[in-house]
């Protein structure tokens, strides 16, 4: 029987968590109020979390209007740890983001074959980055079975 577990963190054992997890929700605003969300993949560099995206997507909208927002981290396995991380976004824009998106690419996959193409492509396609700077965090979490189920 898997037990559901919640641990509280401080700062440097969140960012152990999530440094290695590149799967994640990004929860942004809607206009009228409501969550809207992506999946995204997401890298930590220097306490932040980096998500890279286009301008036209409803996300990039959604934190230009309010910045607000929150990262669901996951696990790579779905019955895995997860964190809800909650922060303030800012996006980044070419040309400001081409070396953002190079970062974006080194916490995830380390380095690149060609860096310059790496660059040119991501001119080529538009790209932007959001930028989560972290302001607070829920307990590490794993789903499961309430503790008081395995005492009976």
Same mark, same amino acid.
């Given at each position: 029987m898997k037990i559901a577990t919640n641990r509280r963190v401080d700062r440097a054992e969140l960012e152990a968590f999530v440094a290695p997890r590149h799967r994640g929700v990004l929860l942004t605003t809607r206009a009228d109020g409501r969550p809207? $969300?992506?999946?995204?993949?997401?890298?930590?560099?220097?306490? @932040?979390?980096?998500?890279? $995206?286009?301008? @036209?997507?409803a996300k990039v909208h959604n934190v230009r209007r309010d910045p607000r927002v929150s990262v669901v981290v996951m696990s790579d396995e779905f019955n895995g740890e997860w964190v809800q991380v909650d922060g303030t976004g800012r996006v980044v824009d070419l040309p400001d983001a081409v070396e953002e998106l190079v970062e974006y690419f080194r916490c995830i996959s380390g380095e690149h074959s060609d860096w310059d193409e790496y660059r040119e492509a991501m001119v080529r396609q538009g790209k932007c980055l959001i930028r989560v700077a972290i302001d607070e965090w829920g307990p590490v979490a794993r789903g499961g079975f309430p503790a008081r189920l395995a005492e009976s």
């Open positions: 809207q $969300s992506s999946l995204v993949t997401m890298g930590l560099s220097a306490g @932040e979390i980096l998500i890279s $995206s286009y301008p @036209e997507r």
